[in-house]
């Protein structure tokens, strides 16, 4: 099993990826693999809030 993070580049922080609760309140979900093991993603959000602006995020 392996933990994989996804971090916003140049935000106004600098994230914990080291295990411990990062501020920002990833996301987490499972990968499960075709050979029955399962790793982690672990999405952080910014705190500029750029990922409101991507055109999946915004509202209808």
Excluded: A, Y
């Amino acid at each position: 099993m392996s933990t994989f993070h996804v971090e916003p580049i140049n935000d106004l922080i600098e994230h914990d990826t080291s295990g411990h609760p990062c501020v920002c309140g990833p996301t987490e979900r499972p990968e499960k693999h075709d050979d029955g093991t399962v790793d982690w993603i672990v999405v952080h959000n910014s705190l500029d809030g750029r990922e409101l602006n991507e055109p999946d995020r915004r509202e209808p």
